[in-house]
């Protein structure tokens, strides 16, 4: 088992920045294969932000540039924690951002290719 803890969410105007974080803890962290940062926002589905794997340095963006202009990803193996970088933020923003892991091979962009959540951290952008 798995459990993901989000932290550095928070209040951020327009064109601002922001540092995720989600730290991974228990018994089978040792078999992650990849991570991920998926949103939500009011009245939507929830949507990936980007993936990273745990065994290579393959990223994942979703399928549009614009994740990739704003947000970086990286990852601390021996501390079990993965950061998104988020800058030049707009209010489409404003979500409820999600971590996920899985230690199986699968599609980075579905909701179901995850065995493990954490629990969310409100992003909120200002205009």
């Known amino acids: 088992q798995v459990q993901l803890v989000e932290s550095g969410g928070g209040l951020v105007q327009a064109g601002g920045s922001l540092r995720l974080s989600c730290a991974a803890s228990?018994?089978?962290?040792?078999?992650?294969?990849?991570m991920a940062w998926f949103r939500q926002a009011p009245g939507k589905e929830r949507e990936v932000v980007a993936a990273?794997?745990?065994?290579?340095?393959?990223?994942?963006?979703g399928e549009s540039d614009s994740n990739k202009d704003r947000f970086s990803l990286s990852k601390d193996i021996a501390k079990n924690t993965m950061y998104v970088q988020m800058r030049s933020l707009q209010p489409d923003a404003t979500a409820v951002y999600f971590c996920?892991?899985?230690?199986?091979?699968?599609?980075?962009?579905?909701?179901?290719?995850?065995?493990?959540w954490g629990q969310g951290t409100q992003v909120t952008v200002s205009s």
């Open positions: 228990g018994r089978t962290t040792s078999r992650i294969l990849r």
């Open positions: 990273i794997s745990w065994t290579s340095v393959s990223t994942y963006f």
């Open positions: 996920a892991a899985t230690e199986r091979e699968g599609v980075p962009s579905w909701t179901n290719s995850y065995d493990y």
